[in-house]
């Protein structure tokens, strides 16, 4: 009877085991490496989708299979036209002899659920870089493969299987990016709040740089000139809304002189003499730097942009300043959004004909006082002029 009692004792222990290392590993799961997962195929895969007239194409998937529970993965979409897969968009654009031609396409969106919406016109273009369409010359339907990549942290990168579906593409002419600005903030910029979300009142940008060349991402030479108080602090953002990629007292070219690291933990950019800089970035280099003006400029209290869309008339279609302030002066205009439904031509103007900008490039120069008129083309802009350098651009917008 002894036997038999101690032997039951050691069958619930050896259970109590099993159940004990069971619960240990449904709490403590371990992240296994799937081969792939499943792209689900279309309900359109047999009809042609008119990209000129759609939204979007969407894309559905099952989530790859971390070892059966729940994981949080980041998912991009990749479209080819032959199903190759050899050579990327970004290997030919890295190609600066220009004989690598990509036969796939990486969106840049990113998903986090388990389903994408891609834009149809984004799917146009794409294929206009892969099959290299020319105008009036793109075929009623082409084939378009697709397949999806997961990232998570802690597993390698995992591709879907790939599906196949229809599309009726057009042509899309492809231009360069157009150059990324990048925008001051600080104690002593707009509204000196160090507000980074509002453009023209946090945020005030510099400018592409006539006759600097920009590469393929939009990345090239900014400039900026305008009066910054003693003392005063700053740095710059790229993206209106976000601190997260940013230039600072780091960063400067070691031939800048005359800036002071203000605040070691955020490396704020501190003048320490008043006066009017030229600002100079380079966004290749990430560096930057700043020359002092000599003498005095003067402060406006209106800018205008007269043309022969309005008549020519030098008092009117003012410009808004950018965070203008009290006992600040300001040089740096905008206006927001201006339409201009064919080509025509114009100048700036202080409100009158007395001192007015004009030159003969466009989107981008430097206008001189009396110059040429500016040949603007039809369409949408947000346009910008610094009054110190004269420098204006017209920045399209759709």
Same mark, same amino acid.
Not at 292 to 310: A, C, D, R, V
Not at 364 to 381: E, F, H, M, R, S
């Given at each position: 009877?002894?036997?038999?009692?101690?032997?039951?004792?050691?069958?619930?222990?050896?259970?109590l085991?099993?159940?004990?290392?069971?619960?240990?590993?449904?709490?403590?799961?371990?992240?296994?490496?799937?081969?792939?997962?499943?792209?689900?195929?279309?309900?359109y895969?047999?009809?042609?989708?008119?990209?000129?007239?759609?939204?979007?194409?969407?894309?559905?998937?099952?989530?790859?299979?971390?070892?059966?529970?729940?994981?949080?993965?980041?998912?991009?979409v990749?479209?080819?036209?032959?199903?190759?897969w050899?050579?990327?968009?970004?290997?030919?654009?890295?190609?600066?002899?220009?004989?690598?031609?990509?036969?796939?396409?990486a969106?840049d969106?990113?998903?986090? !659920?388990?389903? =994408?919406?891609?834009?149809?016109?984004? +799917?146009a &273009?794409? /294929? *206009?870089?892969?099959?290299?369409?020319?105008?009036?010359?793109?075929?009623?339907?082409?084939?378009?493969?697709?397949?999806v990549?997961?990232? !998570?942290?802690? =597993?390698?990168?995992?591709?879907?299987? +790939?599906? &196949?579906? /229809? *599309?009726?593409?057009?042509?899309i002419?492809?231009k360069?990016?157009?150059?990324?600005?990048?925008?001051?903030?600080?104690?002593?910029?707009?509204?000196?709040?160090?507000?980074?979300?509002?453009?023209?009142?946090?945020?005030?940008?510099l400018?592409?740089?006539?006759?600097?060349?920009?590469?393929?991402?939009?990345?090239?030479?900014?400039?900026?000139?305008?009066?910054?108080?003693?003392?005063?602090?700053?740095?710059?953002?790229?993206?209106?809304?976000?601190?997260?990629?940013?230039?600072?007292?780091?960063?400067?070219?070691e031939?800048t002189?005359?800036?002071?690291?203000?605040?070691?933990?955020?490396?704020?950019?501190?003048?320490?003499?008043?006066?009017?800089?030229?600002?100079?970035?380079?966004?290749?280099?990430?560096?930057?730097?700043?020359?002092?003006?000599e003498?005095?400029?003067?402060?406006?209290?209106?800018?205008?942009?007269?043309?022969?869309?309005?008549?020519?008339?030098?008092?009117?279609?003012?410009?808004?300043?950018?965070?203008?302030?009290?006992?600040?002066?300001?040089?740096?205009?905008?206006?927001?959004?201006?339409?201009?439904?064919e080509?025509?031509?114009?100048?700036?103007?202080?409100?009158?004909?007395?001192?007015?900008?004009?030159?003969?490039d466009?989107?981008?120069?430097?206008g001189?006082?009396?110059?040429?008129?500016?040949?603007?083309?039809?369409?949408?802009?947000?346009?910008?002029?610094?009054?110190?350098?004269?420098?204006?651009?017209?920045?399209?917008?759709?």
């Amino acid at each position: 009877m002894n036997n038999i009692f101690k032997s039951a004792l050691l069958l619930m222990g050896a259970a109590l085991m099993f159940t004990s290392c069971s619960d240990d590993r449904d709490s403590n799961p371990v992240l296994q490496q799937p081969e792939s997962f499943v792209l689900n195929t279309p309900a359109y895969a047999n009809q042609a989708i008119d990209l000129a007239n759609s939204e979007t194409v969407n894309l559905t998937w099952s989530q790859p299979d971390y070892g059966g529970f729940p994981v949080a993965a980041e998912y991009t979409v990749e479209i080819s036209a032959d199903n190759k897969w050899t050579t990327p968009y970004t290997a030919e654009v890295a190609d600066d002899t220009g004989e690598t031609q990509c036969d796939y396409y990486a969106f840049d969106n990113i998903f986090s !659920t388990c389903n =994408a919406e891609i834009s149809a016109k984004d +799917v146009a &273009k794409a /294929l *206009v870089v892969i099959c290299n369409y020319v105008d009036g010359e793109v075929p009623a339907q082409q084939e378009v493969y697709a397949r999806v990549k997961a990232n !998570t942290s802690g =597993a390698k990168e995992v591709t879907s299987n +790939v599906v &196949k579906f /229809l *599309v009726t593409p057009y042509y899309i002419e492809l231009k360069p990016a157009d150059p990324v600005l990048w925008y001051m903030v600080g104690n002593c910029i707009g509204s000196a709040d160090w507000n980074v979300n509002d453009v023209g009142t946090g945020l005030i940008p510099l400018l592409p740089e006539p006759g600097a060349d920009f590469d393929k991402d939009g990345n090239g030479s900014l400039v900026y000139a305008g009066y910054f108080p003693k003392d005063g602090q700053f740095k710059f953002v790229r993206d209106p809304g976000s601190w997260d990629t940013q230039m600072n007292y780091t960063n400067i070219d070691e031939n800048t002189a005359g800036v002071t690291d203000e605040d070691g933990d955020n490396h704020n950019i501190g003048i320490p003499e008043d006066g009017y800089y030229k600002i100079t970035m380079n966004t290749v280099k990430n560096t930057f730097s700043m020359e002092k003006l000599e003498g005095t400029y003067n402060e406006h209290s209106t800018i205008t942009m007269p043309g022969g869309y309005q008549g020519w008339d030098a008092g009117s279609n003012a410009m808004d300043a950018m965070g203008k302030r009290d006992n600040t002066e300001n040089h740096m205009w905008f206006m927001k959004s201006l339409t201009f439904p064919e080509n025509t031509e114009l100048k700036f103007a202080n409100g009158s004909w007395d001192i007015n900008w004009g030159a003969k490039d466009f989107p981008l120069g430097i206008g001189t006082q009396g110059g040429d008129n500016i040949p603007v083309k039809a369409g949408n802009y947000t346009v910008y002029f610094n009054d110190i350098l004269g420098l204006y651009y017209f920045l399209a917008t759709e």
